[in-house]
């Protein structure tokens, strides 16, 4: 179906950015062409990204700018409605969840952070 599509790697941040369960970096995305906020983390060493959108109702998650980790640093949370979501699949794992977040490829590349493209998930400037 998407057979010509060719996912290319979109230079994000600096790896020493994302800290193991700390602030986020935010980042825009063209998502089924609607532009969306997208956000990458780190949790247990390693670099995960998703659409900033909640699967119970489709809003932002930050409870503060670039903040999605609950107070132990194992969930991701939305502030909205107290949806809970695995940090390193974006699966439900509890409160009012609708299946999981949308989850972004990313890579970690001699100190730099990417996130890829998709056949339905673009740059912006696309």
Same mark, same amino acid.
């Given at each position: ?25 935010? *980042? /825009? ?6 532009? @969306? ?5 780190? %949790?247990?060493?390693?670099?995960? $990204? ?18 999605? *980790? /609950? ?6 949370? @939305? ?5 809970? %979501?695995?940090?390193?699949?974006? $699966? ?35």
């Amino acid at each position: 179906m998407h057979a010509d599509f060719e996912s290319r790697p979109i230079p994000l941040c600096n790896a020493q950015d994302l800290v193991n369960s700390g602030d986020a970096v935010p *980042f /825009d995305v063209v998502y089924c062409g609607q532009t @969306c906020y997208a956000f990458a983390i780190r %949790y247990a060493n390693q670099v995960h $990204a998703y659409l900033n959108r909640c699967s119970h109702v489709p809003m932002e998650m930050d409870y503060q700018p670039n903040r999605f *980790f /609950d107070l132990t640093g194992h969930y991701l949370i @939305c502030a909205t409605h107290g949806a809970m %979501y695995s940090p390193s699949t974006g $699966a439900c794992r509890g409160g009012p969840c609708r299946g999981g977040l949308v989850k972004i490829a990313v890579s970690e590349e001699d100190g730099v952070v990417h996130w890829h493209t998709a056949y339905n998930l673009k740059p912006v400037d696309f």
